[in-house]
């Protein structure tokens, strides 16, 4: 069978013995219980006394005409009574009284004893057959004869004991006398009296006994007793039965038992195995066919593996990102350090002051090229884990908007050339990280600076759009062309040979307009975007006059603070 491959799993599994008990517990549980606290018992014996009453009254019945009547007889037992009885009482008539007991003892297990008025006994069923001098009575069942181990009939009867108590003993000696028994005598009073009792080999036996009625009169007393240990012969049959099905049903558990812990713990292993091989020294990175792919399956397992596998695909984009990443590292490094060694060797062999001042020229570019590197870089790096750490904040995106606007635009008119024009009137608010979010700003705008001609016009624009803030950046540059829409958000990216030259003054604000963009800017604000649940998109303007850059932010929501 298929399912037996799920049997042989290897190494230690902690899982399958805890899902096979807490399978099994609830049915052994519920076994148990009905095993030793069920109300069988209690409906046998009413079921059984119910029976024995009815068979002791039509018993009676015949055994009320096998007697001579007096005209007077009391109702009740009293001592009066019991002096009179030899000469005011009814006399039986003993020998149709027994024939009619071994009648009824012929289709009745039941034993049967019959008291007179004074409560002695006059007929037992055991004993009728004086001729050979017999009395019939069942020997007590060897130990284990039940079906049942020693040591569970031992605990059946200690908890039952237990639960229900002492029963009184039913003997020979006892029963000679009817005033002994509360059943009896209470027939006697003319009332049915039923009582459970043990048998003096400690087995239940149910009695219940009649009045015996002649004329207007009570003359008698009839007992009917069960077998002793029939019930618990009976219960033990039940019991048995149970056991049997408990055993069957324990069996089909434990199967699907191990077909869950199969279904579960293999896959679990299997998922568990290949990404422990990432923190083993291989060769090479493990690839996405390492994780087993149990997305076919609708449920956890499935979904478990799904995000296992999407997680190693993110971590390997990740990995050969950082690759990637460092190999652009170095060749945007070394770019600027060959220019300067290169310049550094030619100036002690220039001619003249002019070609002294040109080298120098050249050193200082390259110097302050590497210096925008390497901060870039260090940005860039550290991006990830200060947008985890950073916290964010609930504020006016126009206000952030015109804030930064009017603090560059002298800037921009001094160095470019270029005009900067505000359109931030509408309340926008947004959850972000604000130092995030004004670098975003502040990187679009030295862009758009760069790209601009002499006497350019930048617009600036903050606008809600339904569940979103969108910041437009527009400029009058040479535009974006179609298949570069993307490619310009790639680090170390860098295409400016469109760019114009612009007269620019040196000093802090010089990244404005020279060429010294490091390619990571774009890259850095989109990055940036995303991680607000934002995105930043590249595009040119309708009327073919530049390009303008969107930045869209989900407005400030309670699902968004959250």
């Not at 004074?118 to 069923?125: A, E, H, Q």
């Not at 995030?436 to 758009?448: F, K, S, V, Y």
Request: hydrophobic letters at 40%; one cysteine or more; glycine letters at 8%.
């Amino acid at each position: 069978m298929a399912w037996l491959k799920y049997l042989h799993m290897p190494g230690p599994t902690r899982l399958l013995p805890r899902l096979v008990f807490l399978n099994m517990l609830g049915l052994v549980v519920l076994s148990g219980g009905f095993l030793l606290l069920s109300e069988s018992r209690q409906v046998l014996t009413n079921a059984y006394k119910q029976s024995l009453e009815a068979q002791a009254r039509i018993i009676a019945g015949a055994l009320g005409q096998a007697v001579n009547n007096e005209p007077f007889q009391f109702l009740e037992p009293s001592l009066l009574g019991r002096i009179l009885s030899d000469r005011r009482g009814a006399n039986w008539q003993v020998r149709e009284a027994e024939r009619i007991m071994r009648r009824v003892g012929g289709v009745s297990n039941a034993r049967l004893r019959l008291y007179g008025r004074d409560g002695r006994l006059l007929i037992d069923s055991a004993q009728m057959d004086r001729s050979i001098g017999v009395i019939s009575r069942q020997l007590p069942p060897l130990p284990g004869a039940s079906g049942m181990p020693v040591w569970y009939d031992r605990m059946k009867i200690g908890l039952e004991h237990m639960v229900r108590g002492e029963a009184p003993i039913l003997s020979e000696i006892i029963a000679a006398d009817g005033y002994q028994l509360p059943e009896v005598a209470s027939a006697l009073k003319g009332r049915v009296g039923s009582l459970q009792r043990r048998s003096t080999d400690g087995e239940d036996v149910l009695t219940v006994a009649v009045p015996v009625q002649g004329y207007r009169a009570i003359i008698g007393a009839l007992m009917l007793s069960t077998p002793p240990g029939e019930i618990d012969q009976i219960i033990a049959q039940e019991r048995r039965v149970v056991l049997e099905l408990s055993a069957l049903a324990l069996g089909v558990s434990l199967m699907t038992s191990v077909l869950i812990a199969g279904m579960v713990v293999v896959p679990v292993r299997r998922l568990a195995g290949a990404m422990r091989g990432f923190g083993q020294n291989t060769p090479s990175l493990p690839g996405l066919d390492t994780v087993p792919d149990f997305s076919r399956r609708s449920d956890e397992i499935g979904e478990l593996s799904e995000a296992l596998r999407d997680m190693l695909r993110q971590l390997l984009q990740r990995i050969n990102m950082i690759d990637r990443f460092a190999a652009d590292v170095a060749h945007e490094l070394k770019n600027p350090l060959t220019s300067l060694h290169s310049a550094v060797q030619s100036l002690p062999s220039a001619k003249g002051a002019a070609q002294k001042a040109q080298l120098l020229a050249i050193i200082e570019q390259d110097v302050f090229r590497l210096n925008r590197l390497i901060s870039d870089i260090s940005n860039a790096t550290r991006l990830d884990a200060e947008l985890n750490r950073g916290e964010t904040e609930r504020f006016d995106l126009s206000e952030m908007a015109r804030d930064i606007g009017d603090g560059l635009a002298q800037t921009m008119q001094d160095n470019a050339g270029a005009t900067l024009t505000i359109r931030a009137d509408a309340v926008c608010p947004i959850w972000a990280q604000k130092p995030r979010i004004a670098q975003i700003i502040t990187n679009l705008l030295a862009n758009a600076a760069s790209f601009s001609p002499q006497g350019g016009q930048i617009m600036l624009t903050v606008r809600p759009n339904q569940t979103q803030v969108e910041l437009i950046v527009a400029d009058e540059g040479p535009g974006v062309a179609e298949d570069m829409r993307e490619r310009i958000f790639e680090r170390f990216y860098t295409d400016r040979g469109h760019a114009p030259e612009h007269n620019s003054k040196s000093g802090s604000d010089r990244n404005l307009v020279e060429d010294t963009h490091s390619g990571l800017g774009l890259s850095i604000s989109r990055q940036i975007a995303r991680a607000h649940g934002g995105e930043l998109v590249a595009a040119n303007r309708p009327d073919g006059t530049g390009a303008y850059f969107t930045l869209t932010l989900p407005l400030a929501t309670a699902e968004s603070a959250a």
